[in-house]
């Protein structure tokens, strides 16, 4: 059919972008869906190659201006082809403007791809031709089985009862590959009969309903434990779940208690990670301390290790970062850091230099003495160097409640400072204040605590404290592992990736 139409003068539109060509049909492809025009004219003007080739979604309208051969007397009308339920799809054959050639319109195309109609529709499909026109009905047949195929389209019809027809309307030839031959692709896609699709929609509920889920998976685990293959569970069974910081491949089994002492523990403690952090006497951790200095672990490093533990801790309790920025000047932290005069009071003075240099306001009181240990001396002038204020009576402590007070009064050994009127003083004030209390390195008898804390920070390894010591926190301060070793205790560090962390009692 293709090539009756060769030698015809047509005029394609492939739209604004590519604007109107005209010429003489030299070939058409029916497998590429193309045509191509010989001695072409693009916009009026003479093309400088001799034939170009053009695709089916490129043109937008064809216009037959002249058919050769004997038929090109005849006038053929207008050839509207209609599809039920997608518009636009069909040709139009008409007049031309000299009254000879013949028209065919084409729905514009865009880049996006073409809408193929239903099975429904192609059944409905009709051909109308106006009763004016007088056109044989071969020629129509093969004129619109030319223009079907041109469009990419196989359309596959039915049979039709007489009364369902127009008077006017005629039924194109059903395309496709005889003599057994294999049909085009889409027939083989969308030439099936409307009457074989079922009217009823698929009932998922009840098909889901014959299916018993407990006996095929009681069937399967049936299956795998006589092939002793891996079991993949039962619905019953819970699948395992594994937080973020879980390993999900086998290892070796943890063991939680990683230090051991020489003497039972009075009180043991535990990490976050569940690892058993034991306590030990006031003797063996002042030896420790001792062989630790021995070994090059001066009280000069202990002090600054210390400091900036007790530092972190307080600025973690102040607020952190949310607190201490600068876009809260306004709110800067005050700290009243309260020191005896012995080593655990400059624990504190170097816990007060490091908060002082990180924005706090911190209030330092130490009572006045004739003779200071050399290292309350040295972190004395330490501290001096800073923004931080020293204050010796009570009296000049702040009124109103302040964010944080640290307790480093109390001492293991001179017990007579409670008696002094200073002590007395400095923990009623402390007491009335409605601060929070931190306590650096606390002893171990209650009694010999006045100020009751609600965190307490250990160093290397917890005492035996009490109840009256709050939340017991654990500080690295540097000691060896074979310095343990030395005095007889079996440690394995339980900080992981820190320097302070929490103990829970058990």
């Known amino acids: 059919m293709a090539t009756d139409w060769l030698g015809s003068i047509v005029s394609i539109n492939c739209g604004e972008s590519l604007g109107v060509y005209q010429g003489r049909v030299s070939a058409v492809d029916q497998v590429g869906q193309t045509i191509s025009l010989t001695r072409p004219f693009h916009n009026g003007v003479k093309c400088l190659v001799p034939e170009v080739t053009f695709r089916a979604g490129d043109i937008t309208e064809l216009k037959i201006l002249e058919i050769p051969g004997p038929g090109d007397s005849r006038q053929c009308g207008d050839l509207q082809q209609t599809e039920l339920g997608t518009p636009g799809v069909g040709c139009q054959v008409g007049p031309s403007q000299n009254g000879t050639g013949k028209v065919l319109k084409k729905p514009i195309s865009s880049s996006a791809p073409q809408n193929i109609p239903r099975r429904t529709d192609m059944k409905n ?14 020629y129509m047949d093969r004129h619109v089985e030319t223009l079907t195929q041109s469009k990419g389209f196989r359309r596959r019809h039915n049979s039709w009862s007489s009364s369902s027809r127009h008077p006017n309307q005629v039924t194109p030839k059903k395309s ?24 009823t929609d698929f009932d998922f509920e009840g098909n889901l309903a014959l299916f018993d889920k407990a006996a095929v998976f009681e069937e399967i685990e049936t299956y795998e434990r006589r092939s002793g293959t891996r079991s993949r569970g039962t619905p019953n069974e819970k699948p395992a779940r594994y937080r973020h910081d879980e390993n999900i491949l086998e290892s070796e089994p943890i063991v ?6 020489p003497q039972n523990a009075n009180k043991e403690f535990c990490t976050d990670s569940g690892l058993v952090v034991p306590s030990v006497s006031y003797e063996l951790h002042k030896k420790l301390l001792s062989v630790a200095e021995k070994h090059g672990l001066t009280l000069e490093r202990r002090l600054e290790m210390t400091g900036v533990c007790a530092s972190q801790m307080a600025l973690s309790l102040l607020g952190g970062p949310n607190r201490l920025n600068p876009k809260n000047v306004h709110q800067r932290p005050t700290v009243a850091l309260l020191c005896g005069p012995h080593v655990k009071g400059a624990q504190g003075i170097s816990c007060g ?15 006045n003495f004739v003779k200071m240990l050399e290292s309350i001396t040295n972190e004395l002038n330490l501290f001096s160097k800073t923004q931080g204020q020293q204050v010796s009576s009570v009296k000049d402590l702040p009124d109103t409640p302040v964010d944080l007070v640290i307790n480093c009064l109390d001492c293991h050994e001179n017990a007579f400072l409670r008696d002094q009127p200073w002590y007395k003083a400095v923990v009623d004030w402390a007491n009335q204040n409605r601060a929070p209390v931190l306590s650096i390195d606390p002893p171990i008898n209650e009694m010999e605590q006045g100020i009751d804390a609600k965190w307490s920070l250990a160093l290397g390894l917890p005492l035996p404290l009490g109840e009256r010591a709050g939340r017991v926190y654990l500080c690295d301060i540097g000691i060896p592992q074979k310095v343990f070793q030395e005095v007889g205790i079996n440690y394995h560090s339980p900080f992981g990736c820190k320097f302070v962390i929490p103990l829970h009692s058990t």
């Open 125 to 138: 499909q009709d051909i109308i031709i106006s009763p004016q026109q007088q056109c044989s009905k071969s």
């Open 176 to 199: 496709g590959l005889k003599n057994g031959q294999m049909k085009s692709k889409d027939d083989e896609c969308f030439g099936d009969d409307i009457d074989e699709i079922p009217d």
């Open 256 to 261: 939680y208690r990683r230090i051991v002492v």
């Open 353 to 367: 230099r490091h908060l002082s240099n990180h924005d706090v306001h911190v209030i330092l009181f130490l009572p």
